[in-house]
């Protein structure tokens, strides 16, 4: 079966430390990648998707970047974090179109 | 992108059915109507899709209207659980799911 997993659950990271959340997928070969942020009481936005090893693409600018240097790996990271950063990061993994997507069980940063 | 507008939110009583709806006047032919849910502090669950005939699962009913310019969310009977966000989104090819306000669905016991 085809799951999702995502660590870790929660973060409580300083202003200006770096970050690294990493995604895997498991029980499917070339997924489509995705990372999503939703803020407190907000709706989910779309911050980047991936079709392939190596192929990144960003919806919004900001101080955060992606890497998929494996097939079924998504990693996203900052240098350096904003109190901005704060919210919940939700990583999911698609095919075909009509089937859409599934997403794992998400990261709530806090940045303090 | 193609938009949809949902109500911010609704209200309904345990072991009732819940219609929830959805305008997307603008769809095109080729976008599939997705519906997800979230619960708090979960990332949204796949509740069903649909094109252009109507879809029953285990989960829900999507009522798709015969112009495709809406859609309706049929939980036939609400529980305590089935207490979300629901988002319905357009997509047609996958890599455009963009994620509105939804509606908040409270039931009461």
């Known amino acids: 079966s085809q799951t999702i997993h995502q660590w870790p659950a929660t973060l409580v990271q300083p202003v200006g430390s770096p970050l690294s959340l990493e995604c895997t997928v498991e029980?499917?070969?070339?997924?489509?990648l995705y990372w999503y942020r939703q803020a407190a009481g907000r709706g989910l936005q779309l911050l980047f998707y991936s079709v392939g090893i190596g192929q990144i693409s960003s919806e919004v600018p900001q101080n955060l970047s992606a890497s998929r240097p494996q097939d079924r790996q998504f990693i996203l990271s900052s240098k350096k974090l904003l109190l901005s950063d704060s919210g919940f990061y939700l990583c999911?993994?698609?095919?075909?179109?009509?089937?859409?997507?599934?997403f794992g069980s998400g990261t709530r940063l806090t940045v303090v | 992108d193609a938009k949809t507008t949902q109500p911010n939110s609704m209200e309904s009583n345990e072991e009732e059915p819940v219609h929830l709806p959805c305008n997307h006047s603008t769809i095109s032919g080729t976008d599939y109507i997705h519906w997800y849910r979230q619960l708090p502090s979960q990332g949204p669950e796949y509740v069903i899709h649909?094109?252009?005939s109507n879809v029953n699962n285990r989960m829900a009913s999507l009522a798709i209207a015969e112009d495709r310019k809406s859609s309706t969310l049929i939980l036939h009977r609400a529980t305590l659980r089935d207490a979300a966000v629901y988002y319905c989104i357009l997509s047609h090819n996958n890599n455009d799911m963009r994620f509105g306000a939804g509606t908040r669905l409270t039931v009461k016991p």
């Open positions: 649909g094109l252009t």
């Open positions: 999911a993994f698609g095919q075909a179109a009509a089937r859409g997507y599934t």
């Open positions: 029980g499917t070969s070339n997924p489509n």
